[in-house]
């Protein structure tokens, strides 16, 4: 049997609400040379009856207690056949016909061997994290990025540099900016693909939150070990992105709606930050900017679809979101 271009991986844990307007937005894609490859961690809910119903390559199991980021996607780039490996996460689910085929254009430069796209909240998502995407992934493409920066609930990599450069298993978290600092010190290339644009939903309880952020913050130091997030920082970071969620929030009339929910997000996320780099040193300035400053220019503003119009089509998920429900609206 003749190897598809991709291979894309979805890590995968009860998700149920979402992995079929994952599933049917990839097999609407304009690039269709691509096999899925589920991994999944132990749903109980009936998230791979839905896969069932899709033309899924494989599905491959991972015992919950052996469970590590780094670990679901080394079993997926194991299983996987493709020249390159994609990554998506099961609640995201790419906006439009030629996400795939954007994502994967960057790699006619020989020397990029990762490339992530844009992110955007959707559903249920908290107005400050939309913030985090707005500020991490913006509108513009980054050919060669100055930092290792970059993110697996929407990337690809070159399946040969993955035989050689296996994700780390041990870490809690960013093992895609552990893998990012890998490859650039062996002379190779991170790039961002701005139109491979992807909705992300999350709907999160303020411990799951405040959890994601310590244990990206205990990643954060093992993967760069000149840090550090000390107290001063955790003041700073939250007082100046509340301030400045909330004026963005203001500017948009979504003020009223997220008085509370704008404090608490930014307590949870850099509280957690600050107990995950408690025994770190430094952090570079780089990235210090890049995680936890909001953008001295202030966000990007809302954008105007009637301006400039899709160079392809959105996916039409209304038939899935219908069978499916996600609990509040999108804004993609």
């Not at 939309?130 to 980054?142: G, L, V």
């Amino acid at each position: 049997m003749e190897s598809p271009t991709a291979s894309i991986v979805v890590r995968c844990y009860n998700e149920r609400e979402h992995i079929g307007k994952l599933l049917h937005g990839l097999f609407e894609q304009f690039h269709d040379d691509f096999e899925v490859i589920l991994v999944d961690s132990g749903s109980t809910d009936g998230t791979l009856e839905i896969v069932e119903q899709y033309p899924v390559e494989e599905v491959v199991h991972i015992p919950p207690e052996k469970f590590s980021f780094g670990r679901a996607l080394n079993y997926g780039c194991e299983a996987a056949r493709g020249e390159y490996c994609v990554f998506i996460s099961a609640h995201c689910y790419p906006k439009r016909v030629d996400w795939l085929e954007r994502l994967l254009e960057k790699f006619d430069d020989d020397d990029v061997a990762m490339v992530y796209g844009k992110q955007r909240g959707g559903g249920p998502t908290k107005f400050s994290e939309r913030q985090i995407f707005r500020r991490w992934f913006p509108d513009e493409d980054i050919d060669r990025q100055l930092t290792p920066f970059a993110n697996n609930a929407n990337a690809a990599i070159r399946r040969d540099l993955w035989e050689e450069y296996p994700y780390d298993e041990q870490l809690t978290g960013l093992e895609d900016l552990d893998w990012g600092k890998r490859v650039r010190e062996a002379g190779y290339e991170v790039s961002y693909a701005s139109a491979a644009e992807v909705v992300h939903v999350h709907d999160e309880s303020a411990r799951e939150i405040y959890d994601r952020y310590r244990r990206e913050g205990i990643a954060h130091k093992q993967v760069i070990p000149d840090q550090q997030f000390s107290l001063f920082d955790f003041l700073g970071a939250f007082v100046r992105n509340t301030l400045a969620d909330y004026g963005a929030a203001r500017g948009r009339g979504k003020l009223w709606g997220n008085v509370r929910s704008i404090p608490v997000f930014r307590f949870l996320q850099f509280w957690g930050t600050y107990r995950g780099f408690k025994h770190g040193d430094r952090i570079s300035e780089r990235l210090r900017k890049r995680f936890y400053y909001p953008d001295e220019k202030g966000y990007p503003e809302e954008p105007d679809d009637s301006e400039e119009p899709s160079e392809a089509p959105d996916i039409d998920y209304s038939s899935v979101a219908a069978e499916y429900p996600i609990e509040g609206a999108d804004e993609a």
